[in-house]
């Protein structure tokens, strides 16, 4: 193994014991919509985005189920907040019509 590896592999390790960690300081619970969820269920999002000004600190990771970080991506963390339902609705409604739009062009003349 080369040290490049070796690195790699440190690093990867490192981010899962942070990821745990954060998961556990957040009872397993997302930030943003508030219900628990399984450990497979979750990722670690940053709640201030770094164009916004956040750094990557463990203060400011939050843990957040994957349908939540999905539909935050990089919105400020309060409109966000403010606007979670919305969002859902739109993507749930652009989901439905892109599968609309390909399976029309999956078919036929």
Known sequence: MTDK?????RSKKARRVWRQ?????DNFTCKYCGHPFSEEELSVDEF???F????STP???VTSCRPCNALK????PLFFAKHRT???EA?????????RLRHEKAQPS
Request: aromatic residues 16%.
């Open 52 to 55: 916004f000004g956040g750094n």
């Open 48 to 50: 201030w985005p770094s």
């Open 5 to 9: 590896e070796r690195v790699k592999n």
């Open 59 to 61: 203060e400011n990771w």
């Open 21 to 25: 960690v954060i998961y556990a300081r």
């Open 86 to 88: 919305e969002l859902a």
């Open 91 to 99: 993507y749930e409604v652009e989901g439905k019509l892109f599968e």
């Open 73 to 76: 991506g990089c919105l400020p």
